[in-house]
Structures are given as structure tokens and as C-alpha cells.
């Protein structure tokens, strides 16, 4: 994996301290997904530091799934992890499935029991939250919490055996009521759920909870850091904890950053799902979700995800991005990587009436202006074309250069075309404009005779082809992230999408296949879409516009 996240972050200094000090021979890192959803480019940043320092380090990466919550969980999105993860250039040294740690996870409950460091607890949920206390006030110990040792065990294995309801019991860490730290006032580490695990079917009815499960997994995995994000900085006591209560040989070292927020989006799995079930987006993969997957069937690349992590950093402390901040690093991958093309996305037809009617002629055009290197390509014009129909004004704004009646323009790679009349439809819309062109002013030719303001792009009516342009705009309207409560669905964007019929060039086209990139000119960047396209119709994703008054500060 190039250019890794770490170029210098706490972590990183964290990692070679410990590897300076010998603390570990090499280090093993692990990127733990929840399989309860698709992932998002938050969990790109944790992919691109885990794998990153593991590789920076010649150390390993775990990719394991945190599967311990069978209500949730599903196959479908073991699946698209792992494609995305590898999508992401994350090669992972193993493959893990918590659920497999389950023997081992009851085997060191039943530990802690024993030792007296656990017990079951019959309390109702709300009396539990009642007995908890507050921020302010210590909490209150638990009737059950003296149950003998025996008891305990008897009452944890029928728990096992299916013998009580859902909620009726649970397995508690037996730590302080008293503590500040409300995660250590005996939080619950097993809790009774009848429901089949994608993985472990019917085998178990009682479950461990994060807090539990989590570090034992590391440790079991001889995980040496275990990196996750700032919400966990309180759970940290706890996590130790656990690791040292149930006398596990390694003990892995919990270190927080800040979670990546962006503006104009919302990122929890939750909310994402909601979209998708609600349908207010079209699945995980819609262009314009934030997740890894619609990232990529609307066009951006690893590369520029990659940098956009770098460029971000990874801080202690929780701030939002401007969603704007992606784009910009986008557009830097793709200025060189995307060959350049003539669309015209909203056409208004040209007819240059002093062209002959059955000539055509092929005309040589640049294939990328920031690259002589990638050559030029031959592009059919005749005399009827296709322009923007926002290339046209009838009656001209103030500084506007482009057409209108009377005023001359050259077309991109050809000549100047005067406006000199236009057709209406029977409503007024202006269904074609026609011009004149001047043979003496072909592109190249060297003409120096007079000058136009405008250049404007064009495609030839006789061998464009027709294809759909879906434009995007942030789905969120402002900045209503996932901090802030509240229905996000009420600041849905209405016009996140806006999808056109137009034209484009034959050339580039001949062999486009889904994912492809071009440059159009003056539209921006484009995809073909993965889903929509098929051997017919070309359906293309607008992936950014090609400028943005956006800077990296
Ligand atoms: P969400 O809250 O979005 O549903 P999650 O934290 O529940 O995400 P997990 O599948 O549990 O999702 O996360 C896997 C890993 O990705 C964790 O280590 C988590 O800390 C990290 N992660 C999740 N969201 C972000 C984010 N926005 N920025 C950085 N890392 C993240
Ligand atoms: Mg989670």
C-alpha cells in the first residue's frame, strides 16, 4: 500500500517507541468490522492505518469479524468487506470471524467466575439503569451480586442451556459500583439472545458483549495495538481490565483517534441502512452514499482516497472535513489518468448551413491538455452538430460569449460558427440554431485574422452516440452529521441527483467498459456506471466537476 496514512501521526510514534524499546519483535494490527453493513470511507481511514503502519512496520493485519451480535449480522456483508477492504489495496495476513472465539470467550468467563470476578444478575433492565447511578451519582450494588460462586456457575451454564428467556438474566463483570468511570460499575458480559448467528447457527443462545468480547479477541490474536476510535477512550479501564482478569498470555494495548467526520453526509451504518431500506438512495452502491462501494461505481479511485486520508491525518481530537476535500484530491488522481472527451449533456442541434450536405471530415484533437504524451485522437464533424444548449443565449446575458445571434465562437478542434437564425418549436423553445462557418479558420491552421471569445464543444449528429449523464450534489443539504439528533432524513437533499440524455464522441467509446473514467470537457469527470449500463446504453456517473472553488489550506 503507497503512500501510507502514517507519514507522521501519535500512533506511528507510538508503534516505533514500542519497537525501539523491544517491546514486540513486530507488530500486529486488525481492522475488527461489525458485519451489519456496508463499509464507508470512515472505515477507510481505520483500513488505510491499520494495514498501512502494519506494512510500514513489516508487521501483520488481522481482518476480523466482529460478529457477536447474531440479530444484526449477515454473510451478504462479509462479503462486500472483503472486496472492499481489497478494493482498498488491504492485503490481510488472516482471516478471522470472532464468533469462532466463543468456546474460548465462555471457557474465560466461567474463569472469571470462579475467581469471584463475575456473577449472573436477575435485575430487569430498567432497574439495572436505576441501580447504575448517574455521571454524578455512584451507583448501587445488585441484590444477586453476592451469589456464590457455585450458584453462579449453575445459573451461567443453564443459561447456556437455553433454560431462561431473552433479558431475563445476564452474566455480569463483578468491578466497582462506586467507580467514576460508569463502564466499570458492572457492566453486563453475557446477555441470553434465542436467535441464530450467520456463522455459529443455533450452537449458542447467550452472547458477549463488546466490551468482553472485543479484548479478548485482540489479545487472543496477539494483536499489539489495537487502534479504534475516540468514543472507546472510557472504555479503555475496562478493556484492561478484562485482558488481565482473564489471565490472557498477551496483552494488547488500546490506542484512540479521532473518527473522520464529513460534512454534507451522514456516515453511521444505521442511518446508511435507513437510506437503503427507505429507499431514499438506490442500495449500498448508490454514487452517492459515502460508502466504499458507491464510491467506487461513481468513479473515485483508491489512489485518491488514499491521499485524502493521508492529507487528513490522524489526530486526537474530533473534526469534520469539507466533503469538498475528497473532490479536490479526486480531480489530482484523475487530471492525468482520464482520457479527454467531447459530451454534450443538454443538446441543442447546430446546422451550419454553408457546410455541403454530404461532406464530413475528420479532425485531430488532443487527448489530454496537461499531456502531450497521450497523443490525439480523430473526431468525425459535418454539418450538423450538437451543442450545450446553455452554449446558446437568445438574447445574451452581460458578458456572455458564447452564442447568440450575430455573435461568432469557435468550436473546439474546428472552426468559427456565426449565429445567424434560430428555429422554435411550436411552444418557443429554440430547437435548432443555424450557423455559417468560415473554412479559413480551421483549428491549427494558423489563423491569425480575428478572434472569438469562446470556445465551445461540440459532437457530430451523424456518429455521436446517445448516453445518460447522472449529475450529483451532496444527498445531506448542511451540515446535519451524525452528531446532531433529530430525522437526518427531513435534510435530504431533493435534487442529489439529476440524470440527462445526451451525446457524446464515437472514439472514446468504441471499447468503454463499466468504471472506465474520462475527462469531458468543461463537464467534469465521468464513470460508466456499473449498473445501469448495458451493451445499448451507456449510462455515465459525473464523479466531480472539473473546477471547484475549493483550496487546500
Ligand atoms: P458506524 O458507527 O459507522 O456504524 P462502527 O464503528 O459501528 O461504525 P465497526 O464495523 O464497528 O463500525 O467499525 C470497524 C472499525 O472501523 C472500528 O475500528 C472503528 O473504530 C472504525 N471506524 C468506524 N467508523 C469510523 C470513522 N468514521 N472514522 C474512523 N474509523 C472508523
Ligand atoms: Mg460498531
Given at each position: 500500500m503507497s503512500n501510507e496514512i502514517n507519514s507522521s501521526n501519535f500512533i506511528r510514534n507510538i508503534v516505533i517507541e514500542d519497537l525501539e524499546q523491544g517491546k514486540h519483535k513486530e507488530i500486529i494490527t486488525r481492522f475488527p468490522p461489525e458485519p451489519n453493513g456496508y463499509l464507508h470511507i470512515g472505515h477507510a481511514k481505520s483500513i488505510l492505518l491499520n494495514f498501512g503502519l502494519a506494512e510500514e512496520f513489516k508487521g501483520k493485519t488481522h481482518l476480523r469479524f466482529d460478529d457477536t451480535n447474531p440479530v444484526k449480522e449477515d454473510t451478504e456483508y462479509v462479503e462486500s468487506i472483503k472486496e472492499d477492504v481489497k478494493w482498498l489495496g488491504g492485503n490481510w495476513n488472516e482471516l478471522f470471524f470472532a464468533s469462532n472465539y466463543f468456546d474460548e470467550m465462555y471457557t474465560r468467563a466461567i474463569l472469571l467466575i470462579k475467581k469471584g470476578k463475575a456473577y449472573v444478575c436477575d435485575l430487569t433492565v430498567e432497574e439495572a439503569k436505576e441501580y447504575r447511578g448517574t455521571l454524578t451519582k455512584p451507583g448501587t450494588e445488585s441484590p444477586y451480586r453476592n451469589r456464590t460462586v457455585s450458584e453462579n456457575l449453575d445459573l451461567f451454564e443453564r443459561m447456556k442451556n437455553g433454560e431462561f428467556a431473552d433479558g431475563e438474566k445476564v452474566l455480569r463483570a463483578k468491578i466497582?459500583?462506586?467507580?467514576?468511570?460508569?463502564?466499570?460499575?458492572?457492566?453486563?458480559?453475557?446477555?441470553?439472545?434465542?436467535?441464530?448467528?450467520?456463522?455459529?447457527?443455533?450452537?449458542?443462545?447467550?452472547?458477549?458483549?463488546?466490551?468482553?468480547?472485543?479484548?479478548?479477541?485482540?489479545?487472543?490474536?496477539?494483536?499489539?495495538?489495537?487502534?479504534?476510535?475516540?468514543?472507546?477512550?472510557?472504555?479503555?479501564?475496562?478493556?484492561?481490565?478484562?485482558?488481565?482478569?482473564?489471565?490472557?498470555?498477551?496483552?494488547?494495548?488500546?490506542?484512540?483517534?479521532?473518527?473522520?467526520?464529513?460534512?454534507?453526509?451522514?456516515?453511521?451504518?444505521?442511518?446508511?441502512k435507513q437510506l437503503v431500506d427507505e429507499k431514499v438512495v438506490d442500495g449500498w452502491d448508490d454514487p452517492r452514499m459515502?460508502?466504499?462501494?458507491?464510491?467506487?461505481?461513481?468513479?473515485?479511485?483508491?489512489?485518491?482516497?488514499?491521499?485524502?486520508?493521508?492529507?487528513?491525518?490522524?489526530?486526537?481530537?474530533?473534526?469534520?472535513?469539507?466533503?469538498?476535500?475528497?473532490?479536490?484530491?479526486?480531480?489530482?488522481?484523475?487530471?492525468?489518468?482520464?482520457?479527454?472527451?467531447?459530451?454534450?449533456?443538454?443538446?441543442?442541434?447546430?446546422?451550419?448551413?454553408?457546410?455541403?450536405?454530404?461532406?464530413?471530415?475528420?479532425?485531430?484533437?488532443?487527448?489530454?491538455?496537461?499531456?502531450?504524451?497521450?497523443?490525439?485522437?480523430?473526431?468525425?464533424?459535418?454539418?450538423?452538430?450538437?451543442?450545450?444548449?446553455?452554449?446558446?443565449?437568445?438574447?445574451?446575458a452581460k458578458k456572455y460569449f458564447r452564442l447568440f445571434p450575430g455573435n461568432e465562437v469557435r468550436l473546439k478542434g474546428a472552426y468559427f460558427v456565426k449565429c445567424n437564425e434560430i428555429i422554435k418549436d411550436?411552444?418557443?423553445?429554440?430547437?435548432?440554431?443555424?450557423?455559417?462557418?468560415?473554412?479559413?479558420?480551421?483549428?491549427?491552421?494558423?489563423?491569425?485574422?480575428?478572434?472569438?471569445?469562446?470556445?465551445i464543444h461540440w459532437v457530430d449528429v451523424k456518429t455521436c452516440v446517445s448516453a445518460e449523464f447522472r449529475l450529483y450534489e451532496p444527498l445531506i443539504l448542511d451540515d446535519d452529521n451524525d452528531e446532531n439528533e433529530g430525522n437526518f432524513l427531513e435534510h435530504i437533499n431533493p435534487n442529489s441527483m439529476e440524470v440527462l440524455q445526451g451525446f457524446i464522441e464515437p472514439t472514446a467509446f468504441k471499447d468503454a467498459k463499466p468504471q472506465d473514467k474520462f475527462q469531458m470537457v468543461r463537464n467534469g469527470f465521468f464513470a460508466v456506471d456499473t449498473k445501469y449500463t448495458t451493451k445499448d446504453k451507456l449510462v455515465f456517473n459525473r464523479i466531480v466537476p472539473l473546477k471547484s472553488s475549493f483550496k487546500l489550506s
Open positions: 466497582d459500583m462506586a467507580s467514576a468511570n460508569i463502564n466499570m460499575r458492572d457492566p453486563i458480559i453475557y446477555r441470553i439472545s434465542h436467535s441464530t448467528h450467520h456463522n455459529t447457527g443455533d450452537k449458542w443462545c447467550i452472547y458477549p458483549m463488546y466490551d468482553f468480547a472485543h479484548p479478548l479477541e485482540d489479545a487472543i490474536e496477539h494483536i499489539t495495538h489495537s487502534i479504534c476510535t475516540l468514543e472507546f477512550e472510557d472504555h479503555r479501564p475496562l478493556y484492561d481490565w478484562v485482558v488481565s482478569e482473564c489471565e490472557m498470555e498477551a496483552s494488547p494495548r488500546q490506542i484512540e483517534f479521532a473518527r473522520l467526520n464529513i460534512t454534507n453526509t451522514v456516515m453511521s451504518k444505521r442511518k446508511l459515502p460508502t466504499i462501494c458507491g464510491l467506487r461505481r461513481k468513479g473515485c479511485t483508491p489512489e485518491a482516497l488514499r491521499n485524502f486520508c493521508t492529507a487528513i491525518g490522524v489526530a486526537k481530537s474530533n473534526s469534520t472535513v469539507d466533503s469538498q476535500m475528497l473532490d479536490y484530491f479526486v480531480r489530482e488522481d484523475l487530471q492525468l489518468k482520464a482520457p479527454l472527451a467531447m459530451a454534450v449533456l443538454n443538446p441543442l442541434k447546430l446546422v451550419i448551413t454553408n457546410y455541403p450536405e454530404n461532406e464530413t471530415e475528420m479532425l485531430e484533437i488532443e487527448n489530454n491538455s496537461k499531456d502531450e504524451t497521450q497523443g490525439t485522437r480523430l473526431v468525425q464533424f459535418s454539418r450538423e452538430i450538437y451543442i450545450e444548449r446553455e452554449d446558446f443565449m437568445e438574447i445574451p411550436e411552444n418557443g423553445i429554440v430547437k435548432e440554431i443555424h450557423c455559417t462557418y468560415d473554412p479559413e479558420t480551421k483549428s491549427g491552421s494558423g489563423f491569425t485574422g480575428r478572434k472569438v471569445k469562446a470556445t
